[in-house]
Nanobody, 124 residues
Framework: QVQLVESGGGLVQAGGSLRLSCAAS????????MGWFRQAPGKEREFVAA???????YYADSVKGRFTISRDNAKNTFYLQMNSLKPEDTAVYYC??????????????????WGQGTQVTVSS
């Protein structure tokens, strides 16, 4: 079992930055592929970014060049640095973990564990 806790959400103006963190506890963190998803009101949860346990990354087109996913296996934490934020980035952001997979994963169904979510609001 893995427990995931997100933090770092908040209210920011368009063009600003936020860094989300996801702290993991439980099984060996380095054996997990990790991902970030988001869900805006009235919309389905969508893929944002993913990272394999060896550090290979993958991004949704909508965030490519603005967001950066990274991980610190020694701290059992991974991050989403969000720059040049836009109002359309407003959503609840969720981190997710998939055990024993060494590639970045885009599908919701590919993840085994989820955090509770953190709200990101970008004002225009």
């Amino acid at each position: 079992q893995v427990q995931l806790v997100e933090s770092g959400g908040g209210l920011v103006q368009a063009g600003g930055s936020l860094r989300l963190s996801c702290a993991a506890s439980g099984r060996t963190f380095s054996n997990y592929a990790m991902g970030w998803f988001r869900q805006a009101p009235g919309k389905e949860r969508e893929f944002v970014a993913a990272i394999s346990w060896s550090g290979v990354t993958y991004y949704a087109d909508s965030v490519k060049g603005r967001f950066t996913i990274s991980r610190d296996n020694a701290k059992n934490t991974f991050y989403l640095q969000m720059n040049s934020l836009k109002p359309e980035d407003t959503a609840v952001y969720y981190c997710a973990a998939a055990y024993g997979v060494n590639r970045p994963l885009r599908g919701l169904h590919e993840y085994d564990y989820w955090g509770q979510g953190t709200q990101v609001t970008v004002s225009s």
